[in-house]
């Protein structure tokens, strides 16, 4: 029989190995429009650009959504609904994922074969979708047609603990690709060209994104210095609670910056600001007002 919370391990696994390819685009994307070859760029390649970086915060946004449910409606127990949910996301999120590598593949060809620059593009988000969507329903009939049935239990609190510190290892990358891009870009002179607001709005989200940096890696430190490694249910529960404030700072971090990048990509303040804006909203629905919606409707 199964194991369902080995499986849901599986799951944040693979959520973890997107998330890993996600912040390889979303660094490039937010150090590109701060290299001075930037100014030159055309402003349909900048639309395409800013659009691949919208596409990206939906990407991450999927990602993440899956373990906070898991913390905040779920207290870490492994549950079918959790699986389902946490597949279901990192399915969704291959979408934005995929044409956000067209994109990206496009602005990097775009001065140099600007012919074939959309072509190259569009087929590399079609192979991304053809492989990630068409090949898995494809091989579907291989699969063996009588699962092993999936049983709910108490999830054990090793595994629990072990799946909290996954899920913490899913969220980290994604920020601290955006921590390393606010510093590398204080550096640059585009950076010094900005006005005033906006880096100050950059280094307000430098520090939020930092705090968020520290509370995911505060877990660990907590479970060697108070806990020395071993399975004790306060420390599961210290750990959720410190990943779950992560995402706050976290939100903050990706509007802020979402904001300046953006601005710099489209040169409009306005538009930049309602991207930031609507990116907020997204990501504060996807990780607290559905998981708290849905924690409510549960105890209830």
Known sequence: MAKLALIV??????????????????????????????????????????????????????????????????????????????????????LPFALALGCDVYVVLWRYWEDAAISAGIASAGLALVLWYGLGRLLRPLAPRKEDPLQEAPTELHEKIDQMLTEARVILPGAQALLGFQFIITMAKPFAELPALDRDIHFAGLGAVALAVMLLLTPAAVHRLAFAGRDVE???????????????????????????????MTASATIAATGAALAALLLLTLWFGVPLFLRRKVRN
């Open 9 to 94: 391990h599986t799951a944040l696994d693979e959520a973890r190995m997107q998330m890993l390819g996600t912040q390889v685009l979303f660094g490039f994307q937010l150090q590109g429009a701060f290299q001075e070859s930037f100014a030159d760029v055309p402003p349909i390649v900048r639309g395409v650009d800013a659009f691949g970086l919208s596409l990206l915060i939906v990407t991450l946004g999927f990602l993440i959504a899956g373990p906070s449910q898991h913390r905040l409606v779920e207290q870490g127990e492994a549950t079918k609904r959790i699986l389902a949910v946490a597949n279901r996301f990192a399915e969704a999120a291959l």
């Open 234 to 264: 306060r420390f599961h529960d210290i750990g959720s609670l410190l990943i779950t404030a992560a995402l706050a700072p976290l939100v903050l971090g990706l509007a802020a910056d979402f904001y300046v990048a953006a601005a710099r």
